[in-house]
């Protein structure tokens, strides 16, 4: 299997479930990326992992939690969700230099389209 | 001010028209500027990407970047209906992407 793989790619769940997300990169690379994809919006960055270790978060409110147990996977961890959480989220996938700077363009996952209700 | 500004559509055009599709951008820290496209329940899938001032071709599509102006264009030549899809453009600085909010494309048969 190549490139990222994100499972699963559909989930419901309630305000009250806990559930995660699950990602894995086959392209060598050494960061990866958690984005929120919603109707008419850009693309909102959540967070970055360089070689396991997180470099950014951006913002985003405690009911979600990353974890990056190696470079080749991530996970999101979801807990007391809200309705406005419903989205696509994508998981992406890039290399960084030991500069800390892109040395190539970001891979993307299918996505998991997520239903909170 | 975004980041990152492109124009949402909807884009309809007859199959075998040329499309252009644009974005302007603030920070001229941009090095990479790319172009993915986005079908329907899928993620997004990398196009093109260009590092310079210029144009770069790959078949009917050709990526365009003034960097004086901070603007990007993606052409599509001879467009079928399988193009039809959402455009985003993204550049980057650092480690991060920003992403345009995409132009949803639709090409007629």
């Known amino acids: 299997e190549t490139g990222v793989t994100q499972t699963p790619r559909h989930l419901v769940m309630g305000m009250t479930n806990k559930k995660s997300l699950k990602c894995e990169q086959h392209l060598g690379h050494n960061a990866m990326y958690w984005y929120k994809q919603s109707a008419k919006k850009p693309l909102e960055l959540m967070f970055v992992y360089n070689f396991k270790e997180q470099t950014e978060n951006n913002s985003v409110p405690s009911r979600f939690s990353p974890e990056c147990p190696n470079s080749s996977h991530l996970f999101l961890h979801l807990h007391t969700l809200q309705p406005e959480d419903s989205a696509l989220y994508l998981c992406?996938?890039?290399?960084?230099?030991?500069?800390?700077?892109?040395?190539?363009?970001?891979?993307f996952g299918q996505g998991t389209r997520l239903t909170v209700v | 001010q975004k980041e990152v500004e492109q124009d949402p559509g909807p884009l309809s055009v007859p199959e075998g028209a040329i499309v252009s599709l644009n974005c302007t951008y603030s920070?001229?820290?941009?090095?990479?500027f790319m172009w993915y496209r986005q079908y329907s329940r899928k993620g997004p899938e990398l196009l093109m990407y260009t590092y310079s001032s210029g144009n770069k071709e790959d078949g009917r599509f050709t990526a365009q970047v003034d960097k004086s102006s901070k603007y990007i264009s993606l052409f599509i030549r001879d467009s079928q209906p399988s193009d039809s899809a959402t455009y985003l453009c993204?550049?980057?600085?650092?480690?991060?992407?920003?992403f345009g909010t995409g132009t949803s494309l639709t090409v007629i048969p």
């Open positions: 993204a550049m980057n600085t650092g480690n991060q992407f920003y």
């Open positions: 920070n001229s820290a941009f090095q990479y």
């Open positions: 992406a996938s890039s290399h960084v230099g030991t500069g800390g700077a892109v040395l190539v363009e970001a891979f």
